[in-house]
């Protein structure tokens, strides 16, 4: 996805974003002896023109556990958190080619956040800011 996006893919840049400090997650992992990692979430509390947001940065699932309900529990699991610790949404950035996750995340309620730059005529973006409030 980021390779056809303006961002383009940058190793470097990805690794500096996951191992941020206030980077958090939630693994899963098969049960066997491999513990391999099917699924994780990549998460931060931060602020957001003065709100406290949980920001998703990425929600991820190998094939094989795809359609199984394993990614609405992650989600729900990200809501059940954020209304947890008082956040007043939960937000993410959809690429605008990804039309699986944008169905995905609008079965949640997710819709276009007043801070997002693609509702504006001045930048060319192709992603979009969605979120969700919890107030």
Known sequence: MYKVSNWGWSSRKKKKELFH??????LCRTVD???????????????DYNDPVLYCY????????????????????QLALAKKTSMTKLMLTVFKHNDVALRFFRQFGFEIDYTDPSKSDIYDVDYIILSICLE
Do not use: N, P, W
């Open 21 to 26: 400090s206030l980077s958090r997650f939630i």
């Open 33 to 47: 002896g491999s513990k391999t990692i099917k699924a994780f979430v990549h998460f931060r509390f931060e602020t």
């Open 58 to 77: 990425e929600i991820q699932l190998s094939a094989d556990v795809q359609k199984c309900g394993l990614g609405r529990f992650l989600m729900e699991a």
